[in-house]
């Protein structure tokens, strides 16, 4: 079909036929951008930065070391740091102007985390309890980015097969609804916890029906889905759920797995040792999808389905069973990151509970470049932003906590206007292949 | 640019390989047909000769124009008949939802075989007597108190499908650029902004105050479609993750700005805005009983506006090819960057005019519930409408009148609105899949005579699927 023409799914400026006009802002994006990120933070972390001592708490009580809490002066470090971002900028177009080369791989990965630095110590050092538990800060990112990684992991599984998720808000959403409502009738989370997996894989076989079998452009079809699945839970919600929520809407929690000893490692135990099966499930998910997509034979046909469908079905791959497979598996994948909300997080179900995380793991996804192991990052980096926004409003920064949550949105529209561009989708994402 | 675009145009789309495959399945025509799909990619709206069409996507047939057989046409198309079967279809399935949670059908079903009449009657009067509320509350309600009480939910149907109207024409427009404009919701927002802060800050006479508002409103949602345009146009990026995002970063300035002194409400402690001017809101079109207001003249004009702009003008020429092979369109002198933006720009537009209609009309304050979901549901509309504008119209009025007709039937028989947002999402999705509702409705046999359009597509599917 020629949805290749109308429907622009994924650009592909590299693949321009004009390469002289379209070549030019492709390489000038990156480090254009760090530079003005650059200059921002060198503005508000440096010059306007706080005077006050900024002070993270490392250790917790339970720890089995201590280790002392680290205190920075806020205005001294935002200058050095905002300093060494200008010269990470600054590099970048040099290289740009002198060698036209494109900078090193290390160098955004680089900026991004002295640019996160810079910022906490900005942000607490002008708060009014200039006081902070790193500890607890990122053990409660990693909890936020538990349904963002599984969303995005969706993400990857459908993209590289070459069809486009956008409903993965919807998978999300119906595997917190499924998950309360099996939970509730079996007394037993784990029931909930597969029938979460179920739900998402039956709202992603919904995507890959029409998507694939009825050639129905593949967003419309998420979009769509996104819509459905918030009306079901929503009238589901309103007439069973509430009707009697002791019997209908009270999953109870999936207890939490505490490794010992390992769980009491400063900062990381926390982390990898104090989770709730979901969370080790996170772990799990992101490294088996990673060594499936990219390690085995299975991948390889994944990814050529996903790039090239027509080479992969000469080859005999079954493109179209693929895809339906993939999308459906990465369906339950996300179920399962739904069952978060509600054997977790909270223990029932409201409507919308989701709250528009799947457009995040969406953009996750991207920012991860739809790989697993870039994706968890990605998705970290947001639970990070999202954790940071509610400490904010806690210990009384001058930064509005609604600018804190607008972050991850902005930085998501700077990352797809300016540093992905590099990498690009698989090439066949969207398309659908109609043998022919 | 009619003469010289010509043979660039047959020669641009010639060498393309993808209509190659359409080229094969030529007779869909005659069974696709229908007279919205003239606004395609042919001789925009007769303005001109029918041999601008790209050759490869001529079929045989003489005299009338033939459509083009882009995707984003079929998609967006169907026969009128797939239309009104998927409304159908969406309706029981939404009614068999409502009837498999209403509680004497839970009773009666406890006695099923012994007295299958009682469940019977009990499925068929708990989905219909909802349905009965959803159009009492929608079109006419005889019970309501003299004529005017009787035709209440009429206006308040034109009210609510305003806002749906302008808003889903943005999404239609874009569509048919090839866009995906996802972020009406954020558009409808800043011109919600713009168009309050003009409303209750500045206080200048009647006529300018309310000129100024539009402007602002509209101005303030152009903006925010623009610089997607922009992003796409520049850097590449996709807008279908950069509208979503553009969602969610209004939505939290609005809320900011409505924790602020410049928009909060004096004394008040919730996020809510001054009351604005009465110079500054639409005047009522039918006196103060409804809340009928001039936005949905605006609507109108609006929707007549989109189609010429589509199928008169060479701009909306220009955005129909970009639409139909962005590559084409290049290589026959069109400057897609600029009909990227501009497609953009007028869409956001579109979008807030809608915001305007919330604030200057239908609300008259700002909350942060202003857009409602307006925006998404504009979606839904453009799909329904087919990208057509008056398509759009008419879809729009559709879901104004379900949703206010969702509220009078949750009060009188409390089936929970939320059945509206299946039944709008289940119209799409059979609408989109018309082989599919063919299935359903036993109509496939056409494939046998023919090799019609859907038919032959669902063949050449299933055949890859196979």
New interface residues.
Partial sequence: ?????????????EES?TPAQSAK??TW?LPVTLAVLAVVAFIFFGLLGPQGTAKFGVSSGGDFFQLPAIEVPAFLSGMVLSVILLGLAGYALVLKANRNQRPPRWLPVVFTVVFVVAFLIWVVGGARTPSISLAGLIAGSVTLAVPIVFGSLSGVLCERAGVVN?AIEGQLLGGAFTAALVASLTHNPYAGLLAAAVAGALVSMVLAL?S??????Q???G???N??V???T???????MQ?DPEKYNSPGRLPIIDIPVLSSIPVIGPILFKQSVVGYLMYVAVIVIWIALFKTKWGLRVRAVGEHPQAADTLGIK???TR?WNVTLGGAVAGIGGSFFTLVAIDSFT?EISG?RG?IA??AM?LGRWNPIGAFFAALLFGFADNLQSIVTIIGTPV?S??M??LP??V??FA???LV?RSRPPAADGI????? | MTENTEPRHSAATDP?P??A??A?APELEPLEDDEAFVTSLDTAGGAMQPSAVPVSTQSGHLGAPEES?????K?FTGNGMVTILAVLLALILGGL?IAL?D?VVGTTAGYLFARPSDFLTAVWSAATSSYVALFQGAVFNPHGTGVAGQFAPLMETLTIATPLITAGLGVALAFRA???N?GAQGQIIMAGILASWVGFALHLPVGLHLLLVLVAGVVGGAVWGGIVGV??A?????E???T???N??AL??L??LL?TDLFQRPGESTPISPILDPSAVYPLLFGSQYRLHVGFLLAIAATVFVWWLLNRSTIGFEFRAV??????A?TAGINVPRATILVMTIAGGLAGLAGVAQVAGTEKVLTDGVAATYG?DA??VA?LGRSSPWGTFAAGLLFGAFRAGAVQMQIQTG??I?????V???I??FI??P??VRAIFGLNPRKKKTATAGAS??A??????A
């Fill in positions: 079909m020629s949805t290749t023409a109308t429907s622009p799914v994924k650009p592909q400026p036929h802002p492709v994006k956008i029409f694939i079998k009825y050639v129905v452009n967003i419309i079809v979009v769509v889905l819509v459905l918030s009306g079901l929503g009238f589901l919600f309103s007439t069973v009707s493109v179209n069973a339906f409507k528009g457009f969406l953009a991207i509005p609604q600018f949550a607008m949105y902005l998501t529209v797809v206007a300016g561009g659908p292949y109609v043998k022919g | 393309d993808i209509p495959d359409q094969t057989e882009s995707v984003l046409r998609i939802l949670t509680k090839g866009l995906f996802i992003l796409k520049r850097t590449g990026a996709h279908v993750i950069v979503i995002m553009f969610y970063i939290y300035l809320r900011y924790d639409g139909a092979n962005p590559k084409a290049l998404f979606i839904t799909l089936t929970p939320d059945i509206v947002l299946v709008q999402s289940l799409v999705l989109a899949a082989p599919l597509k669902q050449a599917t299933t055949g890859g699927a």
